[in-house]
């Protein structure tokens, strides 16, 4: 009887159902169905992406072909000016760093000690010049009692040596007197060139030596100017085909940053052997250098024009990528499809490249973005480099004095890009 009144209560206990109402909650909750997530937006099946390019149009025109080299300038002449004799300098006549003119009067030594050494040659000179118009005198004399036999003959013969002797003591003194004469006249010393002095080496009131090894003052040549650089000896012969037959070459110097155009000139000789050490073959190139805008001893990039190929097919530099099966390029077809074809390269010059096959003239060729391309993707166009790249047949490219020419070969460096797919 007590043991159905505890289970009764048991049943009606609040807790009891709490808890049945909490799992068949859990039981409900497990069992119903879960609602749809919502889908993601995205492209419709079958979209590819088009891949944003930079592109340049294969076009003809006359490619100039360039040879590169480093070069020096050096002064057409070098002359360090000194005295001729010692003495005092009393006087400098010029100014650091100023064109002189040839014969132009630069500094004056003391003239006195030389002066006084030409007086006393000349008084020399007179002193015997004296004696040998007595001697002749005398000569004529005897020349006359020898005719009327009133002398003997070997009074005659010693009065003709005395006269003899006299002669030639005359051309001695004059000879003195001559370089008396040239002694004082060291004592102006004139520029043996024209050209741009240097610093002044000896300030006036100096002792200054005869041939002093650092002399008073150097002097350049440097209008005209050369400039002595080097090729690659695989590249004598474009050189010297030209030049043997009598074509003037035209050489360009630039600054050291290879963007800056000096001076323009022209090829003078080139050297008569190959530095074995090097492999290389030194050339020197004359310019007038009016503008004064090349100085000796400075280093310069040298540009000298061998050849120029007509009517080329080029195509920029930066569009020929490099595979296993050589070079090719990326070309963007009328669809915006993209297309790979290898291609076949001939003369370079600054950042355009003949092709000789596998480019049609007209053809957008890829020059950015590169990485993502496949065989038959779709490429976008962006940027203004297919505006550019449209001009006129002959108009485009870099000219001669802006690009950065390389030697002629086939091939071309460019970036590491998977082969060409057949």
Not at 271 to 285: F, P, R
């Amino acid at each position: 009887m007590v043991e159905r009144s505890s289970t009764h209560s048991f049943v009606r206990s609040p807790l009891v159902w709490i808890v049945s109402v909490v799992l068949v909650a859990l039981a409900v909750w497990w069992f119903m169905p879960s609602a749809p997530t919502p889908a993601k937006k995205g492209p419709p099946a079958g979209f590819v992406p088009s891949v944003p390019v930079k592109v340049d149009v294969a076009r003809v025109q006359d490619l100039d072909i360039f040879l590169r080299g480093l070069g020096t300038v050096t002064a057409f002449n070098t002359v360090t000016v000194r005295s001729r004799v010692q003495g005092e300098l009393i006087e400098v006549l010029f100014k650091e760093g100023e064109q002189v003119k040839d014969d132009q009067l630069l500094a004056r030594i003391d003239p006195r000690s030389f002066e006084v050494a030409l007086e006393q040659a000349l008084g020399q000179q007179q002193q015997n010049e004296s004696q040998y118009q007595n001697a002749r005198r005398d000569l004529q004399r005897y020349q006359t009692l020898r005719k009327q036999d009133s002398i003997a003959p070997q009074m005659l013969d010693t009065q003709l040596a005395l006269v003899s002797k006299f002669e030639g003591q005359l051309k001695s003194d004059q000879a003195a007197v001559n370089s008396a004469r040239l002694q004082l006249d060291y004592t102006r010393i004139t520029a043996p060139i024209a050209g741009r002095l240097g610093l002044r080496r000896v300030d006036a009131g100096n002792l200054i030596n005869a041939n002093d090894p650092l002399g008073l003052v150097v002097i350049t040549q440097t209008q005209p100017i050369t400039v002595l650089f080097t090729l690659a000896e695989n590249d004598l012969p474009a050189v010297r085909g030209p030049l043997l037959a009598g074509q003037t070459l035209t050489v360009q110097a630039y600054d050291r940053s290879d963007q800056v155009q000096l001076a323009q000139g022209e090829l003078m000789t080139i050297d008569n052997q190959i530095d074995v050490t090097t492999g290389t073959v030194k050339l020197k190139a004359r310019f007038n250098n009016e503008a004064d805008a090349l100085f000796p001893n400075q280093f310069v990039n040298v540009r000298m024009k061998v050849n120029t190929v007509k009517d080329a097919l080029t195509i920029p530099s930066g569009a020929l990528q490099q595979g296993n099966q050589g070079a090719f390029v990326y070309v963007i077809l009328p669809d915006d499809t993209v297309a790979v074809r290898s291609v076949k390269t001939g003369a370079r010059s600054g950042d355009r490249v003949a092709v000789l096959e596998g480019v049609q003239v007209g053809e957008r060729v890829v020059l950015e973005g590169t990485d993502r391309l496949r065989a038959g993707a779709k490429a976008r166009v962006i940027g203004g480099s297919e505006g550019a790249g449209s001009r006129a047949p002959g108009a485009g490219g870099r000219s001669p004095g802006g690009g950065a020419p390389a030697n002629q070969g086939a091939g071309a460096p460019g970036s590491t890009a998977a082969p060409p797919r057949p």
